[in-house]
């Protein structure tokens, strides 16, 4: 009769088992409120990375459209810098020309 043990070391024992098993349940429930947080934080980050990557085409393509508009202004500034100076040369070349007329026709030329 060793080998048996008695009831009340049973209960001990059953009583220690519910015991270790409440409380690897509660850290397993822990754990995996834990893991679902990561995973939703994971989620969220690819997310955000995928956002940054469309953000990063969309910012080079609004560089490049900047850069063709820049070359365009840059042409429509010039035109009316040659015609300024087209027009200004016209008017010295008509100014001159009046003085030298006025020069020739007092000298009696």
Same mark, same amino acid.
């Given at each position: 009769m060793d080998d048996y043990i008695? &009831?009340? #070391?049973? *209960? +001990?024992? +059953? %009583?220690?088992m519910r015991s270790e098993n409440k409380?690897? #349940?509660? #850290?397993n !429930? &822990?754990? !995996?409120?834990r893991l679902a947080e990561v995973e939703t934080k994971v989620? *969220?980050? =690819? %997310? =955000?990375? /995928?956002? =940054?990557?469309s953000? /990063? @085409?969309e910012i080079k393509n609004l560089t490049n459209q900047i850069a063709k508009m820049d070359s365009r202004v #840059? @042409?429509? *500034?010039? &035109? %009316?810098?040659e015609m300024w100076r087209k027009v200004t040369g016209y008017i010295i070349t008509a100014i001159i020309g009046i003085v030298i007329g006025f020069i020739f026709t007092r000298i009696g030329m």
């Open positions: 008695s &009831r009340k #070391e049973h *209960e +001990a024992f +059953a %009583d220690l409380r690897l #349940e509660d #850290e !429930n &822990r754990q !995996n409120k989620g *969220e980050l =690819i %997310d =955000i990375s /995928t956002s =940054i990557k953000m /990063t @085409v #840059e @042409v429509m *500034e010039s &035109r %009316d810098g």
